[in-house]
């Protein structure tokens, strides 16, 4: 019989050894998890990175990305309606207050008076404005820019001057800053959307596909303006200013980050062999792009001049109330929609009347515009508003693939400084709008403005009939296919040839093919020239 001691320190021993190994065996069976879990992780990275690289998927998440781009700028664009006027007079009555305080004290007569209306509206025209202004002095260096160095970098740093220029809106307390972060703003959307509209159309080379992707992207950009007004009114309303603007920075984040995950723009190597594109003179001075860029300035005039007019005059004739004048615009964002579904089916089956259906446009636009100070209440006014958003629809989805196509045939397939053009075209209305509109109202009234601009619109329909032959110049896409096989006509053409190149297992294309090539396409740059 063993001593009680020895018995004790024999059970406490074989207990310690038991724990310390019960103990090593759950590290090691930790680390196997642990080691199989990144070892998964590995593999759905591995998957993901190669579902994301798979060209149709890829232009697919592209399109997401560049929708998302054009709807926050859009949203920001008017976002700001029922939200600054308040806040800036809110300002303008703390000051005053604050400045009567200071004379009482003082036992002084106040110098200062009060901002007269005129001015304080003059102020909320500028703010307005002052987004398209930028916008339109830097899209000329934003096309020429995305041309040199490709679409990707560019719509990277459109989204990065967006989000700083919306953290600034969430945190701005007095008028500069806000004309600070409106200006940014501006800068932002003149390389984000044009390279957005430019990667669109470069990625998706098939014409029945590109116009039906514009047409999305052209949904989200009338969502964008059209829901931006009730969603930043009741979120000022309910949560104070700074909730929207937060929002959309979290969201313009999420979408910078997909974008350096997708595009991965500070990677490509291959973008020394991307082609020169035309400069962005000569393609303004192309008779068949200049008729369509004054198409998108006229149709966009009346919604441009409406916006900050005709609040005013809903409140004079009709004694509407705020929420009407908030929900005036929301419901023509769904004959907006319809008439970009109707024109992408038109254009699919019947291709060469893309010049036709942006005439009906502008015919509708002027038609609704000149019935808009024919309406007394609220629920007549909301027709002819609808009539100008479907006619928009249709100009914009018929005109903004046209020209891609024109790019295409006449000149080098590099896509942003044509649609650097078009933006200016629409940035051209927009920043008259505020500025002008309310002048022209004060001077010869709500109805001869109406007028004037559904007048406008009618007279310049017919010049579309200058786009009529555009599709005998076009090339068909299995001859475009036919060309990519010899040689590249666009930046990620170039990127398609070279991986294209490496998988032919050595072959290269003899001297002879390459001239051949070159002087194919030089025939049919020229014989494009020659019919023009």
């Known amino acids: 019989m063993e001593p009680k001691g020895a018995t004790e320190g024999h059970t406490e021993g074989h207990m310690e050894g038991h724990t310390e190994g019960h103990t090593e065996g759950h590290a090691a069976n930790l680390a196997q998890s642990a080691a199989s879990k990144l070892s ?48 800036l007079e809110g300002l303008q009555k703390a000051a005053d207050q604050a400045q009567t305080i200071v004379a ?25 404005a002052s987004k398209a202004i930028v916008q339109l002095l830097v899209n000329p260096l934003s096309g020429t820019f995305i041309d040199r160095v490709g679409y990707d970098i560019p719509l990277c740093i459109g989204l990065s001057i967006m989000f700083l220029s919306t953290v600034i809106f969430a945190f701005a307390d007095n008028y500069a800053t806000l004309f600070l972060a409106r200006s940014m703003q501006g800068l932002g959307s003149a390389f984000a959307d ?44 309910f949560a104070g200013k700074r909730v929207p603007f937060v929002i959309l920075a979290c969201i313009c984040l999420a979408d910078g980050i997909m974008c350096l995950l997708v595009l991965k723009p500070f990677s490509n190597k291959e973008r020394e062999n991307m082609p020169v594109g035309t400069p ?57 929609v319809l008439g970009v579904f109707i024109t992408v089916k038109l254009a699919a ?14 015919v509708f ?34 005109l903004l693939p046209t020209l891609a196509f024109l790019v295409d045939v006449r000149h080098v397939s590099v896509y942003g ?67 990519l096989e010899d040689g590249p006509t666009g930046l990620y053409d170039t990127i398609k040839m070279e991986q294209r190149e490496k998988k032919r297992k050595g072959l290269c294309t003899s001297v002879e093919e390459n001239t051949f090539a070159q002087r194919s396409y030089s025939e049919e740059e020229s014989s494009g020239g020659e019919f023009a």
């Open 40 to 87: 998964q992780m590995s593999e759905r990275t591995k998957q993901l990175g190669s579902v994301i690289q798979d060209p149709e998927r890829q232009k697919r998440i592209i399109l997401v990305i560049v929708c998302v781009v054009l709807l926050l700028d859009n949203m920001l664009y008017m976002v700001i309606v029922p939200i600054i006027p308040d806040y």
């Open 280 to 336: 962005i003179y000569k393609l303004m001075i192309d008779p068949y792009i200049a008729v369509v860029a004054g198409a998108l300035t006229i149709c966009n005039i009346p919604l441009a001049f409406l916006e900050p007019t005709i609040a005013n005059w809903m409140e004079e004739t009709m004694g509407a109330s705020q929420w009407q004048v908030g929900m005036t615009w929301f419901p023509a964002f769904f004959p907006h």
């Open 349 to 362: 089956k019947y291709p060469h009347l893309q010049w036709f259906y942006g005439a009906i446009g502008m």
């Open 417 to 483: 400084s044509v649609y650097a053009i078009a933006d200016i075209s629409y940035c051209l209305a927009y920043a008259l709008g505020p500025v002008v509109a309310g002048q022209i109202v004060h001077d010869l009234g709500f109805v001869q403005l109406n007028l004037g601009m559904g007048l406008a619109n009618v007279l310049y329909a017919p010049a579309l009939l200058l786009l009529k032959n555009v599709t005998q110049m076009k090339p068909s896409y299995s001859e475009r296919n036919m060309l």
């Open 104 to 128: 009482h004290n003082n036992f002084t007569n106040s110098t200062f008076s009060r901002t007269p209306k005129g001015n304080f509206d003059l102020q909320i025209g500028v703010l307005f």
């Open 194 to 237: 044009t390279s957005g509209l430019a990667l669109i159309a470069d990625r998706y080379t098939e014409e029945k596909e590109r116009s039906r992707a514009l047409g999305i992207a052209l949904a989200f950009i009338s969502f964008g303006s059209l829901v931006a007004p009730p969603f930043g009114g009741v979120l000022y309303q």
């Open 365 to 398: 636009i002027g038609a609704s515009s000149c019935t808009v100070p024919a309406c007394k209440n609220f629920g007549q006014l909301m027709i002819p508003l609808c009539g100008i958003c479907f006619g928009i629809a249709f100009v914009d989805t018929a």
